[in-house]
């Protein structure tokens, strides 16, 4: 949960079919609250200093053993360091398998509506959003690799069928990420592919960064496994090794 005690530098809520981007340092914590219940937000994560690094979910899941991500676990980089930490999870499952939907599915599913004639109230893809709020870096499509879905579930049954689990996050529901190196994030709040709601799921997300607290020896993301020892240590040289720093945030505002 938000620590009452640390002054907040930055929050914003973010409506549903948006996208949003910022640079977050390295020592601070953003916190991503579903104000409503049943949001979704697929999140990127790229290296400021050198955008062809960026997160890798195979590795993630790969190095510590997991289908789900929750409280506890590392977001890893494709150089094998630690983008950020989860620290805090009130649905204890974070989906990361899913993708993001595109125009085509989001059409089949919810019918087609375009910004030229319904302006705000039309019907944005998670794929398209991503891929402008990326090309204000230089990127395009062949640096969207797979993300993250905060606040949505998908299972897997013993014969490998995934299947998305309705009202996974409850209003109120928070989930904190520790940033361990300066970290380009990219969002959008648009519906999890999978999601079966008959009507478009237009839902927002409150965002709040603070400065993070000191990591303890005994720290639950540190010490919940041996790789995760290592992914630290490589941030460390790293750092030690590269002078650039941002001292304060630079963001790209939300957009529709």
């Not at 506890?72 to 939907?101: E, K, N, P």
């Not at 965002?207 to 460390?236: H, M, Q, V, Y």
Request: glycine share 6%; net charge negative; hydrophobic share 30%.
């Amino acid at each position: 949960m938000t620590n009452l005690n640390t002054s907040i530098i930055y929050e914003e809520t973010i409506p549903g079919a948006s996208h949003w981007s910022m640079v977050v340092p390295a020592g601070h914590t953003l916190t991503l609250t579903d104000p409503e219940g049943g949001s979704n937000v697929s999140m990127l994560f790229y290296n400021p200093n050198n955008l062809l690094e960026r997160y890798n979910a195979p590795d993630t899941l790969k190095c510590q053993h997991t289908f789900k991500l929750t409280k506890g676990h590392c977001l890893y980089s494709d150089m094998g360091r630690i983008f950020c930490s989860i620290i805090h999870d009130d649905t204890q499952w974070i989906d990361s398998v899913g993708g993001v939907a595109n125009k085509q599915k989001v059409q089949d599913k919810w019918g087609a509506r375009d910004y030229q004639t319904d302006r705000n109230a039309w019907l944005q893809n998670g794929y398209d959003s991503l891929l402008v709020e990326v090309a204000k870096y230089g990127l395009g499509k062949r640096d969207l690799a797979a993300n993250i879905n905060i606040f949505s579930k998908v299972k897997t049954d013993d014969e490998g069928a995934l299947s998305f689990v309705e009202s996974h996050s409850k209003a109120g529901d928070q989930v904190q990420l520790r940033f361990e190196m300066d970290t380009l994030v990219v969002l959008t709040t648009c519906p999890h592919p999978m999601n079966p709601a008959s009507e478009y799921p237009n839902l927002p997300t409150e965002l709040c960064l603070t400065k993070s607290a000191p990591i303890s020896e005994n720290d639950e993301c540190l010490t919940s496994c041996d790789e995760n020892g290592r992914g630290f240590e490589n941030n460390r040289r790293y750092q030690c090794t590269h002078s650039h720093h941002h001292t304060s945030p630079t963001l790209s505002g939300a957009q529709s």
